[in-house]
């Protein structure tokens, strides 16, 4: 039996899958690892190709990344907007809402952070207010840009991919205009310094009390990231909200007979997700360049989708992705090749993805599939 | 007036071509039941290529090849995770966006130096060049836009009038009664997954080769996303689709062109507005594509997005 249908035809190589019945978490820490070094093998190829030698590059990026606190507080820095924009697409996700909006919903959040440090905030107005009146403001534009597609989702059936999408290209756009018109400084495509009362307080600031902290630029944003995070893990763990949000991802039928109304949660979650985003173009500007960039960010509303995906959706592994790719984009900026940094996470997500098959599944090659479809029948 | 005009829709039918060739291959995966949101991905490869192969050669056309060739391969990932490793279309999809950006920028970035290779042919028809208006318009173009003119009939009589295109519609519709027709639908929809990866590559090198003749980091700048977009808008039918690509090719053009107007000379902030035309306009055309879909219970391939499996398989 097994010889005649393996002669059968080209199409496919005879395997028979058999979901794994129980998750043993040294299989799955084992193939991860495993995955994990087939993409830097792949990179490491394409490296290679390019005329360099991957594994001085692999090793600068790591040491700069990881190598030194001060390296280790970089890391830090660039995993802060990370950790935000992730707890805002995994939301999303959870309900299969797709939002691939956030970068768009990151630099509408900056853009709206900067007009209340540059027109509402006075010198006189107490740090913690200007802080919080901007970080207000930058959830409230990440939420206005989440809000339109998971609207337009609910009301009229557009697909949320596309919208989402689509409306990154116009947030750069209306950045764009403000920061080389109105905003602009000496027409650079940036904005003046905010006043000083609205930066989010340094590590390094406190040098002087404690010396060791020197130099070490993580901010206030970390905290605001913690804060997030502490109340999504609540929030997905354990509330009726978060129950509703996986329900009506995993089985909008059934949620529906649950008596969930799906477009309201559609819309609420989608400007949820954005404003989540938002606070992460708040944190950039208030916390690391006091100003408004027209290259605020270098992508990291996109990386965020990687990363959350690589979290499984989860808030507690959002943080530890968020860590290991905030490392990467500063390996990346070391190497100054940021297309390094956005090679490496297509081709991690590639082979997770793929991969995700063999955590799924265990796999039998076609004779020892065959023995047990044989015990069935 | 009409003379310039006749220049915006001359340019609007060019860079519509690189539109056309992407959401046609599109529409081949998705009438086959395979979502693949790798299009950025797939042009920017075949654009990168495209470029590559020509100033390596010194021939446009072995570059188109070559562009197409790198996005059908990249196409031929997504259909072998998504479809054999059974990996989620749309996560496969975005990596393969992401995959394809990176990879271009990382192995295109000695091309961006290189200011000009040789471009496509550019052919004026006899006659019917000649014509008022619609002559300039139609029939004085890169060669390539005249193979964008032949790919809509043909993809048009493929899809329903012959017995692979038949075929096609099944496995996307109902793959299980296909199966049980015979129809070998797994290497039925990698082959339709990896076609429409060619096209994508041809329509990526087209922006190197024809409309932007040039090579930059991200050239597509969203046009693959757009192409996904147009898919919806043109129900999955390729004659749509070419209207929808040359209109959105036209609106692409549009902010260069409209630059020459003294009103939007003397006002250049306008131009960061103009800028934003093509994307708010997808947004829109999904607006009314959505809801006339929904009025009309008719559209995407039934089976679209989901993996076929086979019960039962394995003995």
Redesign the interface.
Known sequence: ?ATQ?ASR?W??P?I?LEPRTQQSWSVNAGLTLGLLLLALALGGI??L??GGNPFVVYRNMLVAAFGTKWGISDTLVKSTPLILATLGVSLAFRMRL?N?GAEGQLLLGALCTTGVALHVVTPETPGVLAILLMALAGFAGGAAWGFVPGW?KAQ????E???S??????AQ??L??FV??PWSERGFGQTPMFPRNSWMPRLTDFADTFPIVRGMTVHGGLLLALLAFAILFVVVRSSKFGFEITLAGDNPEAARYAGIHLRRLTIYIMTLSGGLAGLAGMSEVAGVSHRLINSVSPGYG?TA??VA?LARLDPLGALWVAFLFGGLLVGADEIS???????????I??VM?????LLRYRIRFHGT??K??GIE? | MINLLAAILSAGMRSGTSLLFATVGEIHAERAGVLN?GVE?MMLMGAMTGYGVTHLTGSPWLGLIGGMLAGGSLAL?HG??SL?????Q???G??????????S???G?PLVEIRQVPRLPTWTIPVLSDIPFLGPVLFDHSAVVFLGYLLIPLTWYFIYRTRPGLELRAIGENPAAADAQGI?V??LRILHVTYGGLLAGIGGATLSLAVTPTWI?NLT??QG??A??LV?FAGWDPVRAALGSYLFGALRRLPLDLQNFSYFKSNP?LG??T??LP??A??LM??FA??A??RRKFGAPAALGTPYVREG???
């Open positions: 039996m249908s035809r199409s496919l005879q028979a394409v490296i190709l390019a797709w691939i337009f009229f059936g557009v697909n991919i596309i919208s999408l689509m409306l990154n290209y116009v756009s209306l764009n205009f080389f018109g996109f989708i990687i995906w090749s940021a297309g390094i940094a956005q090679l490496m996470q297509g081709i997500l590639f993805v793929s991969g995700g098959l599939g065959a047990a479809t029948a | 949101l991905g990932l072998f995770a054999v490793l059974r990996a989620d749309v996560v496969s975005l990596a393969l966006t992401f995959l394809g950006s990176g990879l920028a990382v192995l970035a070998r797994m290497r980091d700048a969203g996303w757009i996904v977009g919806i902030a960061h507005f800028n934003m994307y708010l997808t947004i999904l607006l959505s809801s879909l929904l398989k394995g003995g």
